[in-house]
């Protein structure tokens, strides 16, 4: 079965910090995507970053970058210079290739961050 | 940057009535999608639509829903017989191409189905 796991229900970060958002998943598939959506208090979801899992390097959008360990099924997303715009709800999904084009998405992790 | 619309923003209905929820996706997109999440729980998918037909569904997606592009440019999804285990918030989207692809997908900012 394919699972997204966000163990981190809220997290609290101070403007300009640093903050990690954890994220496993389970897939018996190799080739498969991984995405980061943000949803902020006006409830649109927002894609932060993407992973292709045959690429070995992390992906980075300006402030954003992930972590992304295959062997470990982990795809943690850093966020740099924490501000206070990014405040939201933040989601990992799955999409394990092949013929579906369905995202498995995690419960999700509530950022607030703090002036 | 286009946007999903979607319409209405939150619809309250009564038990066993039909409703309609109502999505304008993003012009050139040719993948349209209905995820639904019940509060406090995770997004889910419903269906995906692709070339005027359902190209996915899921087990949530039974008897009781429908899509329908109507007109060109609207995407609906219907509940035929409203269920109160169907209040949820529904998330429209829509893509150029799907995420089996690592395309990214554009969402509306959902309707809050309430139904008592």
């Known amino acids: 079965a394919q699972t997204v796991t966000q163990s981190q229900p809220e997290m609290s970060v101070q403007e300009a910090e640093t903050v990690t958002l954890s994220c496993t998943y389970d897939?018996?598939?190799?080739?498969?995507?991984l995405f980061w959506y943000k949803q902020p208090p006006s409830r649109q979801m927002i894609l932060v970053i993407r992973q292709e899992a045959y690429k070995q390097q992390n992906a980075t959008e300006n402030r954003f970058s992930v972590n992304f360990q295959k062997a470990a099924k982990s795809f943690s997303l850093k966020i740099s210079d924490s501000q206070l715009g990014d405040t939201a709800m933040y989601f990992c999904a799955l999409n394990y290739g092949g013929a579906t084009n369905k995202l498995i998405f995690g419960t999700g992790t509530l950022l607030a961050v703090q002036p | 940057e286009p946007e999903v619309t979607q319409t209405p923003s939150h619809q309250v209905t009564q038990m066993g009535q039909e409703v309609i929820l109502r999505c304008v996706p993003i012009s050139n997109h040719l993948y349209f999608y209905w995820y639904r999440q019940i509060l406090g729980q995770k997004v889910e998918f419903l269906v995906s639509?692709?070339?005027?037909?359902?190209?996915?569904k899921s087990e949530i997606f039974d008897d009781q829903f429908s899509v329908e592009r109507p007109d060109g440019s609207n995407f609906t999804l219907k509940i035929r017989s409203t269920k109160l285990e169907d209040s949820a918030m529904y998330f429209c989207?829509?893509?150029?191409?799907?995420?089996?692809?690592?395309?990214?997908?554009?969402f509306g900012s959902g309707t809050q189905l309430s139904v008592l």
């Open positions: 989207a829509s893509s150029v191409d799907g995420p089996q692809v690592g395309e990214k997908l554009f």
């Open positions: 897939t018996s598939e190799n080739n498969y995507y």
């Open positions: 639509f692709y070339n005027n037909e359902i190209s996915e």
